[in-house]
């Protein structure tokens, strides 16, 4: 398992970001303007998560987080600093490159899951791969059930979202979000919705999905996470102030 950490430390400098590592930032810096304020929500992060690593990102409501994964995942601009992910500047990539680059290579998952429910588990999970080119995916129906293996919920295939508990249709969009080899995971409070004991499980399975080589960012609350993270990463104010 390679891990390459380079973080900003408190005193505000940093060392530069490893580009190799499929998840790299530099410098970040991202504001957004609220009515008469201007908020600062990324000031200058430098973050690198590599191949195989489960990076926790902890801090207060309002510190910048989900920010930092909307960013790396594509769907938001940074207004300075570099995002390299898997290699690409996600910066000088057009909108439509950015979508392609979460439809092959990463996969995002939320505090609700997101499944339609006019769809059975499996559809859920091949639904992105249909959208893939052609030439990009010869059976998504095969890699769907191969992603619902390995999160161990195979045999509820044909079942609707609403015939799922909650911890299983949070497997259900893990699945979704990893299937075809996707090699990068964020996932935003992915267990803020889950009883203890199954927080505990998607934090096991997303340490597992981290062994088989998937680079994964998860923000929590829970300190539970502490103790399944390759690394923890602790942000204030939009800064990464701390991490190990
Ligand atoms: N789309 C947006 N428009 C305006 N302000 C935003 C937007 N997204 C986030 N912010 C502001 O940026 C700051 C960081 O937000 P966020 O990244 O959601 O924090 P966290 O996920 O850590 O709670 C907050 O002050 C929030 O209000
Ligand atoms: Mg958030």
Do not use: Y
């Not at 790299?24 to 609220?34: D, E, G, I, T, W």
């Not at 996600?90 to 769809?119: I, K, P, W």
């Not at 103790?227 to 701390?242: E, F, N, P, T």
């Amino acid at each position: 398992m390679a891990i390459s950490a380079s973080l900003a430390d408190s005193s505000g400098t940093s060392t530069p970001a490893d580009p190799s590592s499929p998840i790299a930032l530099s410098a970040v810096s991202k504001s957004f303007v609220n009515g008469p304020e201007r908020v600062r929500a990324l000031d200058e992060v430098t973050l690198s998560v590599g191949p195989g690593e489960f990076l926790a990102l902890m801090g207060p409501s309002g510190c910048g987080k989900s920010t930092l994964l909307s960013i790396i995942g594509g769907l938001v601009d940074a207004d300075e600093g570099s995002v390299q992910v898997l290699g690409r500047d996600m910066g000088a990539l057009s909108r439509a490159e950015r979508t392609r680059v979460r439809l092959m290579d990463v996969g995002m998952v939320f505090q609700h899951d997101n499944l339609l429910e006019d769809l059975t588990c499996l559809e859920n999970v091949s639904l992105p791969l249909h959208l893939r080119p052609q030439e990009a995916h010869a059976s998504p129906d095969g890699d769907a059930l191969a992603a619902l293996e390995r999160v161990g919920i195979a045999d509820l295939a044909d079942r609707f979202p609403r015939q799922m508990s909650g911890g299983q249709r949070q497997r259900a969009g893990i699945a979704r979000a990893v299937a075809g080899g996707r090699r990068v995971l964020l996932a935003d409070e992915p267990t803020g919705a889950l009883d203890s004991r199954n927080t505990v499980e998607v934090f096991a399975l997303l340490r597992d999905l981290a062994g088989s080589g998937v680079a994964v960012v998860v923000v929590s609350h829970d300190n539970e996470i502490r103790s399944w993270a390759d690394r923890v990463v602790d942000m204030l104010d939009g800064r990464v102030s701390a991490g190990q």
